[in-house]
C-alpha cells in the first residue's frame, strides 16, 4: 500500500546536524501522526496532528519539533539529536481522531542512525 | 490504558488456520480493541477491530469475548506472508491513541 509515504527510508546523521523527515499521505485523511520505536520497545506515540493543529506532544524533547502544513504533509524536524535517538520514526494517518474506531494507516518509516 | 496481555510467540504451519489470544480484563466499556500486524522492515498494518461482536474482513476474524475480558484474532489459512508480529491494542473511547505492547511473534513454517 503506497496510501503513507516516508522520505527518505534510511538517514545518516551527526549530533550537530539538522535534517527533516517527510510523510505523505494521499488517503484524504485529516489526523496524522508521529511515532518512535526505538530496537527492543515497543511504538511510542510523539505528536498528534489534526486538520494540521498539533493536539498531542507526549513529553517528546524539544530538539525534535513537527511540522503540519497542510492535512496531507508531515514534517519532522530534528537538530542536536542524542545517540540514543537512533530508531524507526513512523508516520500514520487516520480519516479523524477522537473518536477510537479509525484504523490508522502507516508508512514504511525512517531508519534512523545518530553518530 | 487498559492493560494486554499477548504470548511471546506462537508457531504455525502454512494453511492452517491461527488463533492468536490477547488478554485485557482491564478493558472499559467503550474501548475498542485493536489488531495491528508488523512485517519486518515494515510499519504497522491494520488488521481488524471491534467493540462486542465478532468481526470478519478479507484478512481476518476477530472473536471477542462476551465479558470483553478476551478476543481472539483468526487467520482462517495462514501464509507465509502472515508472519509479523501481532498487536492487540485497546483503545480509549473517543481517543485514537494507540498503546503498542510487545505483541506476539507469529512464525508460519512451509
Request: glycine share 6%; hydrophobic share 30%; proline share 6%.
Amino acid at each position: 500500500e503506497t496510501g503513507v509515504t516516508q522520505t527518505p527510508r534510511h538517514l545518516v546523521m551527526g549530533m550537530t546536524n539538522k535534517k527533516s523527515l517527510k510523510c505523505e499521505q494521499h488517503l484524504g485523511h485529516n489526523a496524522m501522526y508521529w511515532y518512535k520505536q526505538s530496537a527492543k520497545k515497543p511504538l511510542e506515540l510523539m505528536f498528534v496532528y489534526s486538520l494540521e493543529e498539533r493536539v498531542e506532544n507526549n513529553s517528546v524533547p524539544s530538539r525534535f519539533s513537527p511540522e503540519c502544513p497542510n492535512s496531507s504533509h508531515l514534517f519532522l524536524h530534528l537538530h542536536t539529536l542524542q545517540p540514543e535517538d537512533s530508531a524507526l520514526y513512523l508516520c500514520a494517518s487516520s480519516q479523524d481522531r477522537g473518536y477510537g474506531n479509525q484504523p490508522q494507516h502507516f508508512g514504511d518509516g525512517t531508519r534512523l542512525s545518530i553518530l | 490504558d487498559a492493560k494486554t496481555t499477548q504470548p511471546n510467540s506462537m508457531e504455525s504451519n502454512e494453511e492452517e488456520p491461527v488463533h492468536l489470544p490477547c488478554n485485557h480484563s482491564t478493558i472499559s466499556g467503550t474501548d475498542y480493541i485493536h489488531w495491528y500486524r508488523q512485517l519486518p522492515s515494515q510499519g504497522p498494518e491494520y488488521v481488524i477491530h471491534g467493540l462486542t461482536s465478532n468481526v470478519n474482513n478479507r484478512m481476518a476474524s476477530l472473536a471477542i469475548a462476551e465479558d470483553r475480558k478476551s478476543s481472539t484474532l483468526i487467520l482462517h489459512r495462514a501464509t507465509l506472508r502472515d508472519a509479523a508480529v501481532y498487536y492487540c491494542i485497546p483503545t480509549q473511547g473517543g481517543s485514537e491513541k494507540l498503546v503498542f505492547g510487545k505483541g506476539t511473534k507469529l512464525t508460519v513454517n512451509p
